[in-house]
């Protein structure tokens, strides 16, 4: 079964999916860089011409075709979980990890980014607080388990997942009798 990681922009699913990816031996699909080969162009660029919607018809497509890979790492969009398709592909196909993180986690990571669309406002913080309030529900609806990202390193924060993947039977347990390192 796949592995797929939901949360806010800028919570970590890229990074974070990385090392799992390669910590489980497993493909990363990085579902924004999946509709970056399709458009032929940045998610922004395609985001400024065409709007929020076309985008998300795209990107509904790219959920659908990645849920259907098996055994894979999918790092999802921040608005993955915007459309109920999305979710009910996720959560039926995928063992769906939130990344949780609070708005002000994210602005003090975020705010000298310039590729985030959604970002490009007056106020950063305010909209990641709008972000938050109106997407924490579905991201919680849709997670089989939610780990929040608060201070931890990003190792410290793959072992934790390591560790619940293995106890809930997503991932065999790879731990060797008397080895610590999967506890943070």
Request: net charge positive; proline share 5%.
């Amino acid at each position: 079964m796949n592995i797929a990681l939901v949360g806010l922009p800028g919570g970590g699913k890229s990074t974070i999916g990385r090392q799992l990816a390669r910590r489980l031996k497993r493909k990363l699909v990085d579902s924004d860089t999946v509709i970056e080969q399709r458009l032929g162009c940045s998610i922004r660029a395609f985001f400024e011409r065409e709007g929020e919607e076309a985008f998300r018809d795209i990107e509904s497509q790219v959920i659908a075709d990645c849920c259907a890979g098996h055994g894979e790492v999918l790092a999802t969009g921040g608005g993955a979980v915007l459309r109920e398709a999305n979710r009910q592909a996720l959560r039926a196909r995928c063992h769906v990890v939130y990344l949780r993180s609070t708005p002000e986690e994210l602005f003090r990571r975020l705010r000298h980014d310039t590729q985030r669309p959604l970002l490009q406002v007056p106020d950063p913080l305010g909209r990641l607080r709008e972000l938050f309030a109106q997407r924490d529900p579905l991201y919680r609806d849709v997670a089989h388990f939610v780990l929040d990202t608060g201070r931890p390193s990003v190792s410290a924060i793959v072992n934790m997942l390591v560790m619940q993947l293995e106890l809930s039977g997503a991932v065999p347990g790879s731990q060797a009798p008397g080895d610590q390192s999967l506890i943070p």
